[in-house]
């Protein structure tokens, strides 16, 4: 099927364990993008990537790393997750940076206990 | 750099009365705007864009919004309100050439509707 998908779309941890959340995307997006949603603070970028092997923080990076070994896959993966970690989470994909609409997934509500 | 603020948190409104989401920004080059729309547990969908082009937008289910730079505005209108409108709205700035390309999203306006 065509489109963007995440997984899980849920998900409960424990603090300090590591979880990865999942992004495909098959309309070969260069751009990818991950974002967390709280209340009060609208969405908030985490990192973005301009294509494979290319990545850069957004505004809040710090506990997150992400990787792009191939266009069409871009995982978040929490190194060691925290409370303040508990988020939802959105991929999204462009064909721009800031020109083009954002193509967004179904997102990942993730609980740190 | 950019900003955008979306200045109310909630707006109320009757079936079939107009909707008003008002968005302000802030931005030192030529800025291309967008409203998304979310509805609950869903992920954000593109309400519409204004990227230069007219400065009124016409987007999907009878919204639209118009570009005013002298009142640096984008704010969305829609004539009659439906049940189905009820969601949370997001504007979003992201600057042109010489700026950031980042996008930056709005806190967000959550559209209530009563029947």
């Known amino acids: 099927d065509a489109g963007i998908t995440q997984s899980p779309r849920y998900k409960i941890t424990e603090t300090g364990r590591q979880v990865t959340l999942m992004c495909h995307q098959t309309w070969s997006h260069s751009y990818m993008f991950w974002y967390r949603q709280d209340l009060g603070h609208g969405l908030r970028l985490i990192y973005y990537s301009a294509a494979a092997d290319i990545t850069d923080k957004g505004e809040v990076p710090d506990g997150y790393v992400v990787s792009r070994s191939k266009t069409e896959n871009f995982p978040l993966t929490l190194e060691s997750a925290t409370r303040s970690q508990t988020s939802v989470y959105f991929c999204a994909s462009s064909d721009s940076m800031g020109y083009y609409e954002q193509y967004f997934g179904p997102g990942t509500r993730l609980t740190v206990t | 750099a950019q900003s955008v603020t979306q200045l109310d948190s909630h707006v109320s409104v009757s079936e079939g009365t107009p909707v008003l989401l008002r968005c302000n920004y802030s931005?030192?080059?030529?800025?291309?705007l967008f409203w998304y729309v979310q509805h609950p547990n869903k992920g954000l969908q593109l309400l519409l864009k204004y990227t230069s082009a007219a400065t009124l937008v016409k987007g999907i289910n009878g919204f639209e919004a118009e570009f005013k730079k002298s009142e640096t505005s984008f704010h969305l209108t829609k004539p009659s309100a439906h049940m189905s409108d009820a969601a949370e709205y997001f504007c979003v700035v992201s600057e042109g050439s010489g700026g950031s390309y980042i996008p930056t999203f709005g806190r967000g306006t959550s559209l209530i509707v009563h029947p």
């Open positions: 931005s030192s080059y030529s800025p291309s």
